[in-house]
């Protein structure tokens, strides 16, 4: 018998406040379309508000919408354990490590799987020299949504594009940098332990320096959606398999997204690119309009049978 009170938990404190209010709003209207007594906890800077409403009116289940620091990196899941509710997505050990970019990265690698060159470096030490040789990457460890993320292009501008990073850097002492990987920005997500679709996202700026920013996800206009992709074959079904790989190496729950980047520069797709995987989401976006929900519908699952699909698997876990 399916859980009859669903608490959804949406915004949070993080820089992706606005998306988490977005996801949650889309799930609320959806689990009460098929028939949940549904909560909207709007989540503060307050952790005792959060346990003081979930104590006050205790769900059989929490959706979990909230997304980047404290709610999708383990902070907010041990809360729920433990109260002892069950929550959607991930568990404490597969949040906090799919947010660790370095950690997650070390791990992929290890288990075989394509991740670019890169390194951690101490965010100070960007002023002295170019960490890599350019173009390469400079992103936060713990953010989500491209929030922080600079490119350096080439070697005439960087001593000021380094600076420039420096200066407006508010994302911790640390910061990895990858090398730029040319080519498509490619997405994945698994749901059940089967990898759905490949969507390829293009930013729709003629800008050659453009990339799937954080404009570029959210704002209306800003990238196409394209699914399933068109690329080589070989590709296709080797991303789906990196993509359910990372989603047990990680040890993710119900659903993830793994993000690549496809180096097709070379081949143009007469032969299979080359694949590498940029990090994996175990709180995808929920929007009606977001890559999970919109492979599922490729897939055949709506958006309200995703939403209630996700409260039925919810368990309490480490």
Not at 26 to 50: C, H, K, M, W
């Amino acid at each position: 018998m399916k859980p009859c009170h669903v608490t959804v938990i949406r915004g949070g404190i993080s820089s992706e406040r606005e998306v988490s209010l977005a996801s949650g709003q889309g799930v609320i209207e959806a689990l009460q379309q098929v028939g949940y007594r549904v909560t909207d906890l709007v989540a503060n800077d307050d952790l005792s508000e959060i346990v003081q409403s979930l104590t006050n009116d205790r769900p059989d289940v929490i959706f979990n919408a909230l997304h980047g620091r404290f709610g999708e990196d383990g902070t907010i899941q041990g809360v729920f354990e433990w109260m002892n509710i069950p929550y959607t997505h991930s568990g404490i050990c597969a949040s906090a490590i799919a947010m660790d970019k370095a950690l997650s990265r070390t791990l992929l690698a290890e288990a075989g799987l394509p991740v670019a060159k890169g390194l951690v470096i101490q965010i100070t030490d960007i002023l002295n020299a170019d960490p890599l040789p350019p173009p390469y990457v400079v992103k936060p460890l713990k953010e989500g949504s491209s929030v922080g993320v600079f490119i350096i292009w080439d070697q005439k501008d960087s001593d000021a594009q380094r600076e420039n990073i420096h200066k407006n850097w508010k994302f911790g002492e640390q910061a990895l940098v990858e090398e730029y990987i040319p080519g498509k920005e490619l997405t994945v997500c698994v749901v059940n332990k089967k990898a759905l679709t490949i969507t390829d996202i293009c930013p729709t700026s003629t800008d050659a320096h453009s990339f799937y920013d954080y404009d570029a996800k959210y704002k209306v206009g800003q990238s196409v959606h394209r699914l399933p992709a068109k690329i080589h074959p070989k590709a296709f079904e080797q991303a789906l398999d990196y993509a359910r790989q990372a989603h047990d190496v990680l040890g993710c729950n119900a659903a993830s997204r793994t993000d690549f980047r496809y180096d097709n520069t070379l081949h143009h797709d007469e032969e299979p690119g080359k694949l590498f995987i940029l990090e994996v989401n175990t709180q995808p976006g929920m929007t009606p309009t977001s890559l999970l929900p919109e492979q599922a519908a490729y897939c055949g699952m709506s958006y309200p049978e995703l939403c209630a699909w996700l409260v039925e698997q919810a368990r309490c876990r480490t």
